[in-house]
């Protein structure tokens, strides 16, 4: 049996699925990030800091209450933990054992690191750890060694050998540089650490994606990961005939869903709630799914030289009425506290612009609190027009 959603209901289940925007939450703050992180699977670590760091602004997007210090809290209370997922992320431990088959490979060669291997630099780091305990790649750096062969660069390279085939893990961070220390004195002794049979591991990557994006195709599943396409298609025919999934229509495209997540179309959506968003968030990061789904075509411009740059160095995606209305080049300059949006464009087709600028001003207030800005200055708007509707309405909030 075949489902069919109007592109409308999808986004609404896709939205509602990503926790976005979120609801008033009750009990601790930090129980909401880490009911945030078990319910995304995943966060993405972004070194980029113009604004705060992506793992830190996903994580404020579901929890209003989110400070910096929970990421830290939960991994040195042994219920998060970093690892990789598409990229470099913080992860819930409760899905440790999910991790595994990925390490598995690395160790075995099976999948290949995008470093040389040196075998030998590999055993004399890890006997180093073994002997003094937690340490960080400059503690490499020292002259006093010379037993050891090794630079810098390359025992970076071994460290990270040892973290991805997973006899290393990071107990914490020195100044969001990584520490190192082995992976028996780091894991809680009450982890599940049984290795996941094949069909476990496809199972669990089809159900958390589901949870956590409510609609997928294949590719979606299993996004820069290797050596599972053909389990998790095995996966997806079984729990399509078993009744566990769900085959879904959208605009003539065919997607899979879990039973339960239609439930969710029955709740609101607060599509006045305006959301400002990373550009690394759950939400985006694979770009020809946001372009399918949401007709949305967007590239972080980051990488791409100045001058062919269409929007700006780091353009947040503006989620607004359900749809992704906008973006925002901005920067927090803490020194000054500004934040500078250096170019608001919005998509063509928006017309509510003094709705818009409403929504926006509204959310700008706990968005410059949450990147310890006080004032904000607007450069730049496409078109040019919306920066005297954004600006009057600030005046008029003010009031």
């Known amino acids: 049996m075949t489902e069919s959603l109007s592109i409308a209901e999808a986004r609404k289940l896709v939205l509602l699925s990503q926790k976005l925007p979120s609801n008033t939450q009750k009990g601790r703050s930090i129980d909401a990030t880490l009911a945030a992180l078990e319910h995304m699977g995943y966060v993405q670590i972004d070194t980029i800091s113009v604004i705060e760091r992506a793992h830190h602004h996903t994580l404020w997007n579901r929890n209003p209450r989110y400070k ?150 294949l590719p979606d599943i299993i996004y820069l990961l290797k050596n599972v396409k053909a389990a998790v298609a095995t996966q997806i025919e079984s729990m399509l005939s078993n009744n566990e999934l769900i085959s879904v229509s959208v605009k003539k495209d065919t997607y899979y869903a879990l039973p339960e997540s239609f439930s969710l179309l029955s709740k609101p959506l607060a599509k006045s709630k305006l959301k400002i968003l990373s550009p690394f968030d759950n939400l985006l990061i694979q770009r020809k799914r946001m372009q399918a789904l949401f007709d949305f075509d967007y590239l972080i411009e980051c990488y791409v030289p100045e001058a062919k740059r269409q929007y700006g160095y780091f353009s947040l995606p503006i989620l607004w009425g359900g749809r992704l209305v906008a973006r925002a080049d901005c920067k927090a300059d803490r020194k000054t506290g500004i934040l500078h949006i250096n170019h608001l464009a919005a998509e063509p087709w928006l017309k509510k612009t003094e709705a818009f600028a409403s929504s926006l001003i509204k959310e700008l207030q706990p968005f410059m609190a949450f990147n310890q800005c006080q004032d904000l200055s607007i450069h730049k708007t496409t078109p040019t027009r919306l920066k005297a509707v954004i600006e009057s309405t600030l005046e008029s909030s003010k009031e």
Not at 70 to 76: E, F, N
Not at 124 to 147: C, H, S, T
């Open 68 to 217: 910096k210090q929970h990421l830290d809290d939960l991994v040195s209370s042994g219920k998060a933990f970093e690892y990789w997922s598409h990229a470099a992320a913080y992860l819930p431990m409760k899905d440790y054992r999910f991790s595994l088959p990925r390490k598995h490979d690395m160790k075995t060669g099976t999948q290949k690191h995008w470093y040389p291997r040196n075998d030998k630099l590999i055993t004399q780091v890890l006997k180093r750890i073994k002997e003094e305990g937690p340490l960080m790649a400059k503690d490499f750096d020292q002259q006093n060694f010379k037993k050891y062969d090794w630079a810098s660069k390359p025992t970076k390279q071994a460290l990270e050998y040892l973290f991805m085939q997973g006899d290393l893990m990071i107990p914490y961070r020195k100044n969001f540089h990584k520490v190192y220390d082995l992976t028996e004195r780091v894991l809680p002794a009450t982890v599940d650490t049984t290795m996941p049979t094949a069909t476990e591991y496809a199972r669990f990557l089809i159900t958390q994606y589901l949870k956590a994006n409510g609609l997928a195709q």
